[in-house]
């Protein structure tokens, strides 16, 4: 396999955007988890079924793994998303390619990662207000609602990589 360019992308205001979203949401879930655990139950919810029900329960301690989970992955996309050229594209990358399809998955994760914090953050305000008795739980339109925020942009994403032009003239400036 020939090896790819190695280019630095440029985060857009757009971008920018994203990441202080991104960085934001997940201190809010750390502080929402903190403030709340002391009035916590010991018994929490800590699984929900596909119609947004609780069905399984443990101690008020796993309430500390939702925003420790986001924050990894967050953090390890953060981090991957530095490395464009070792993703796996639906395309051959080549010079004249290299950028578009470098920006629209660097796009792309860096949505994803957003929202992955959003649907933690939805489970532990969700597991909050179950706990305390003010809610069942993330309701039955959790589940299509996680669906269509991952796999809509997805379809997005990859359609606009397989239909970029082949000759791309943001790539001069690299070059």
């Not at 390890?76 to 464009?84: A, D, E, I, Q, R």
């Not at 594209?89 to 796009?107: C, L, M, S, V, W």
């Amino acid at each position: 396999m020939k090896e790819r360019p190695r280019i630095k992308i440029e985060l857009t205001i757009t971008d920018r955007i994203f990441e202080i979203l991104g960085w934001t949401s997940i201190l809010t879930i750390w502080v929402l988890t903190i403030i709340n655990y002391t009035h916590l139950p010991d018994t929490i919810p800590v699984h929900y079924n596909s119609a947004g029900q609780a069905d399984g329960f443990g101690g008020k301690a796993n309430i500390l793994t939702l925003p420790l989970i986001a924050t990894i992955l967050f953090v390890g996309l953060t981090v991957l998303n530095k490395f464009p050229h070792i993703f796996n594209y639906p395309t051959n990358i080549t010079h004249d390619k290299a950028f578009g399809q470098y920006t629209n998955a660097t796009r792309l994760i860096r949505y994803l990662k957003f929202i992955i914090v959003v649907i933690f953050g939805i489970i532990t305000f969700s597991t909050i207000e179950n706990a305390n008795g003010k809610a069942e739980g993330p309701g039955i339109w959790f589940l299509p609602l996680t669906l269509g925020l991952i796999f809509i942009p997805l379809i997005y994403f990859i359609v606009k990589s397989l239909t970029q032009p082949k000759n791309d003239d943001r790539n001069k400036h690299w070059q």
